[in-house]
Nanobody
Framework: QVQLVESGGGLVQAGGSLRLSCAVS????????MGWFRQAPGKEREFVAG????????YYVDSVKGRFTISRDNAKNSAYLQMNSLKPEDTAVYYC????????????????WGQGTQVTVSS
């Protein structure tokens, strides 16, 4: 069983920054790819970013490239999403997810999920 707990969401003005954290309760954390998804009201869940086992391979959806950075610290069993230059359209519930297959670029590969954290960007 893998448990994921997100933190770091909140309310921020447009142009501001937030850093989301995801703590994973699994000693074999480094065998999981990690990703971040988001879901805005009335919209489908969107795959935002993914990172491979050792952090050298990453994926970003086009709308966040250059603004968001995904990272991980295997020693701390944690993953992060640094979000800069935030826009009102980034407002959503953000979910951390883990892929036991290690496939960081494939949304359907993610099989463990956190409970989500709200990010609200005001204009």
């Amino acid at each position: 069983q893998v448990q994921l707990v997100e933190s770091g969401g909140g309310l921020v003005q447009a142009g501001g920054s937030l850093r989301l954290s995801c703590a994973v309760s699994r000693r074999t954390f480094n065998s999981y790819a990690m990703g971040w998804f988001r879901q805005a009201p009335g919209k489908e869940r969107e795959f935002v970013a993914g990172i491979g086992w050792y952090g050298s391979s990453t994926y970003y959806v086009d709308s966040v490239k250059g603004r968001f950075t995904i990272s991980r610290d295997n020693a701390k069993n944690s993953a992060y999403l640094q979000m800069n230059s935030l826009k009102p359209e980034d407002t959503a519930v953000y979910y951390c997810a883990a892929a036991s297959s290690g496939s960081y670029r494939t949304p359907n590969a993610y099989d463990y999920w956190g409970q989500g954290t709200q990010v609200t960007v005001s204009s």
